[in-house]
């Protein structure tokens, strides 16, 4: 079974700034993504970036980029010129995908507990 | 925004009646998934439906059942309502996107069991 940790349960940052929130994991999988999902005060589960394994590159999406390292298991996600919006809670995921017998993939994805990022004006 | 819809969006109601939850996608997708989300455990899959009638257990399934009898609607029931059940319920549907897949969130369900 994977496991997905984040060990910062709680981060704050000063608008316009740059944070970087944790996220490792534990797999035996060669092939996987790997996620980070922001959920504002909403609830609505919001996917920020996605990154494949087998991909060495660091995926970016405007402001939002990952380090991801792959031995060391480690799936950063920094955020840059930091804004008020950017308050939630984020939430690091994995993805294995697999066939099981009748031949249907799955998709599940397995979340870690999330950090709460506070912007602060 | 991937079509997906649930229903109720809030409910309450007490220990011991059976509740059903509905999820509904417009968009044709082959996965749907239940997840319930907890203070200090993210969210955990209860099950997932890989297409009609083709349903599996997640990591938390006790106490849930899931039918799908057509590809728009996935209903989580909960047999008899106990108060561990109080959370928040999302749905979820696999897409393809490029060289893999990504999961969209329904708005979400916050049921609290009285």
Not at chain 2, 11 to 24: Q, W, Y
Not at chain 2, 49 to 59: I, L, N
Request: proline letters at 3%; hydrophobic letters at 30%.
């Amino acid at each position: 079974a994977q496991t997905v940790t984040q060990s910062q349960p709680e981060m704050s940052v000063q608008e316009a700034e740059t944070v970087t929130l944790s996220c490792t994991y534990d797999t035996s999988e060669n092939n996987y993504y790997l996620f980070w999902y922001k959920q504002p005060p909403s609830r609505q589960m919001i996917l920020v970036i996605r990154q494949e394994a087998y991909k060495q590159q660091n995926a970016t999406e405007n402001r939002f980029s990952v380090n991801f390292q792959k031995a060391a298991k480690s799936f950063s996600l920094k955020i840059s010129d930091s804004q008020l919006g950017d308050t939630a809670m984020y939430f690091c995921a994995f993805m294995k995908s697999w066939l099981d017998g009748s031949g249907a993939g799955s998709y599940q994805l397995t979340f870690g507990k999330g950090t709460k990022l506070s912007v602060i004006p | 925004d991937a079509g997906i819809t649930q229903s109720p969006r809030h409910k309450v109601t007490e220990t011991g009646t059976p509740v059903t939850l509905r999820c509904h996608q417009t968009e044709n997708h082959r996965y749907m998934y239940w997840y319930r989300q907890d203070p200090g455990h993210g969210l955990r899959l209860i099950h997932y439906s890989y297409g009609v009638k083709d349903t599996d257990k997640g990591e938390v399934s006790d106490g849930y059942s899931v039918s799908r009898s057509k590809t728009e609607d996935f209903l989580l029931t909960l047999e008899s309502a106990t108060s561990s059940q109080t959370s928040v319920y999302f749905c979820a549907i696999s897409e393809s996107r490029g060289s893999g897949y990504e999961q969209y969130f329904g708005p979400g369900t916050r049921l609290t069991v009285t």
